[in-house]
């Protein structure tokens, strides 16, 4: 068995402990709301028999919106494996334990930040596909 010496010395701060772990659900609703706002806006002139105008600005703000709450996503799990390396005596992630309520959010903080985040990106896919307005109907 390994030896286990966490450093107790140095521990994260508490708002930097939620923002990991809370940051990137919220960034999950951000990013759905700018999507109904977005979408909303350049969706507004719709043509006959279901066409709508093509606002190049709307894909170029969603795009922006997108890439800036995925680096803000990836910022919190980095954030999330630093406070865990601080509270952690483990060298590896795979035998990482949550043993304190500290260690756990930390933990828990990274496994949602790459969840959530690639769940950010999946949303980002059917814009490569689809039109902004044909993707909301």
Not at 71 to 79: D, P, S, T
Not at 80 to 86: E, T
Not at 115 to 129: A, S, Y
């Amino acid at each position: 068995m390994d030896s286990f010496t966490p450093n107790r010395v140095d521990q994260p701060q508490a708002g930097k402990l939620w923002f990991g772990f809370a940051a990137t659900a919220a960034l999950w609703i951000a990013l759905s709301v700018a999507d109904v706002l977005i979408t909303w806006w350049a969706c507004l002139e719709d043509r006959p028999f279901g066409g709508s105008a093509i606002r190049t600005s709307a894909v170029v703000l969603y795009f922006v919106v997108t890439i800036l709450l995925i680096g803000a996503a990836i910022a919190a799990g980095v954030l999330s494996y630093r406070n865990w390396r601080q509270l952690s005596g483990r060298v590896r992630l795979l035998d990482a334990e949550g043993k304190g309520r500290r260690e756990f959010m930390a933990l828990l903080g990274i496994f949602v930040s790459f969840t959530l985040g690639i769940g950010l990106v999946w949303l980002t896919i059917p814009l490569f596909i689809l039109s902004v307005c044909v993707r909301a109907r």
